[in-house]
């Protein structure tokens, strides 16, 4: 899809796993607001991950922030204001179902 300017843009990638696919659309959203999560027992391979691509300083990357999601509590702590869009890569091992848990979010 062509995204026009993504300055304001906020996106959220819910199951965000090693990050990569968010860090794809950092590098091809410069100026929008991303934001990966996974489950809290993933955050901090996922954040390692994030630091990592952003001290390879990938050119036009804006660090996307990472915050923890338990598919129980649907939206991530700490999240506030509202969301443009919503990216998931499934629902991972919890055995919910995504199109539930996207629409409640």
């Known amino acids: 899809?062509?995204?026009?300017?993504?300055?304001?843009?906020?996106?959220?990638e819910?199951?965000?796993?090693t990050g990569w696919v968010g860090l794809v659309l950092s590098l091809n959203l410069p100026g929008a607001q991303l934001t990966l999560t996974d489950h809290p027992s993933a955050v901090a391979h996922l954040r390692a991950n994030v630091v990592q691509a952003a001290a390879s300083k990938m050119a036009g990357m804006t660090a996307p922030e990472v915050r923890a999601l338990d598919w129980n509590g649907l939206v991530p702590q700490g999240l506030t204001g509202s969301i443009g869009s919503i990216a998931g890569n499934g629902c991972g091992g919890s055995g919910a179902n995504c199109n539930d848990h996207y629409q409640q979010i």
């Open 14 to 17: 819910l199951g965000s796993g």
């Open 1 to 12: 899809a062509v995204v026009g300017n993504a300055e304001r843009m906020r996106l959220v």
